[in-house]
């Protein structure tokens, strides 16, 4: 970017720091030095029980999310709050939780550690939000990768000075990143950083470059839900008023005859899994919803992909 930054802020290592960025504004994230990964987390200034979910993140892009990608809130919200304008590195990870104390004390034997839990709490305190507020990171130029066996694992990174994501704010947020704290991980190269932070301004061309979701029913807010408050108290106590209202409960199954053909029985016979046995009826609902994923589910940006069905 040639114009120049309205904010910029020096993470040190040890170190995170949060940032109110609002819709229509840009947070780089650069290497100072190359080689450091960092956490990032966000969360709706205006609501801070939204924030960014890796789970529902990982489902929609992948391990790996970049370029393109966008950071979704939790369900029932469910909302893009970010969107990812530029990555140069373009090794990023929602494979892994952030690291802790815990972890470095029962592995490493040190009871006093830089580690993303604490600094993510102490830099979102700023905020009034608590170390019970902390949810896992966004690990910002970490490679990873997940073995034939099933095992993930952590590689070095090549990252080098200059090097940055630009995330885009859909919504007002509260940004929040840190310095990973694993300087004896190969996370950042056995080594920790300083990382630089950036606010832009985001020009017509690159808020038109955003592609849109879909707003959907589904999507709750809080003044959807049956208990619209934020607890105020730790302790969980039952409510003798409760009753209970589960969505389409009682459910109800219909059984619907299927007459196959000959030609359409050995195509039958030869699309049905093994683990259903002779039930004819579980094996056809396999074929069914085998073909229904396939022709509906497709989509690398999930919910996105309701457009598509429509036009089908």
């Known amino acids: 970017m040639s114009r120049q930054p309205i904010l910029t802020w020096m993470l040190e290592p040890g170190t995170g720091k949060a940032l109110e960025i609002r819709a229509g504004q840009i947070l780089r994230v650069e ?53 990812i304008l530029a990555d140069t590195y373009g090794r990023n990870d929602v494979l ?12 490493y034997g040190f009871d006093a550690h830089t ?23 966004f690990n910002l130029f970490m490679c990873t990768e997940v073995t034939l066996d099933g095992r993930a694992t952590i590689t070095r990174q090549t990252s080098t000075a200059g090097d940055h994501v630009d995330l885009l704010a859909l919504a007002d947020v509260l940004a929040v990143a840190n310095v990973c704290g694993a300087d004896i991980m190969r996370t950042s190269n056995f080594g920790l950083k300083p990382i630089r932070l950036e606010v832009y301004e985001a020009t017509d061309a690159e808020l038109a470059a955003v592609p849109p979701t879909p707003i959907l029913r589904s999507q709750r807010k809080p003044s959807d839900f049956r208990v619209p408050a934020v607890k105020a108290d730790r302790a969980l106590v039952r409510d ?22 000959a030609e359409e029985r050995a195509m039958f016979e030869a699309l049905r899994h093994p683990v259903h046995g002779g039930d004819d009826d579980a094996a056809l609902r396999d074929v069914l919803f085998t073909w229904w994923e396939e022709r509906f589910l497709a989509a690398a940006s999930g919910a996105p992909a309701i457009g598509d069905r429509e036009e089908a």
């Not at 892994?96 to 592995?107: H, I, K, M, Q």
């Not at 709490?121 to 009034?128: I, S």
């Open 31 to 83: 290497q100072v030095d190359g080689g450091q990964c960092v956490d990032f987390n966000c969360f709706n200034l205006h609501d801070y029980k939204e924030y960014m979910h890796c789970g529902r993140t990982r489902t929609v892009h992948g391990f790996n999310p970049t370029r393109g990608s966008f950071l979704w809130s939790q369900p029932p919200r469910e909302r893009a709050l970010m969107y």
């Open 240 to 261: 003798p008023a409760y009753v209970p209202a589960f969505t389409n409960v009682p459910l109800a199954v219909t059984g619907i005859p299927v007459a196959l053909s």
């Open 96 to 107: 892994f939780p952030r690291c802790s104390a815990y972890l470095y004390e029962s592995a």
């Open 115 to 137: 580690n993303c839990q604490d600094i993510q709490a102490e830099a979102q305190r700023e905020y009034g939000l608590t170390p019970d507020d902390v949810h896992d990171s």
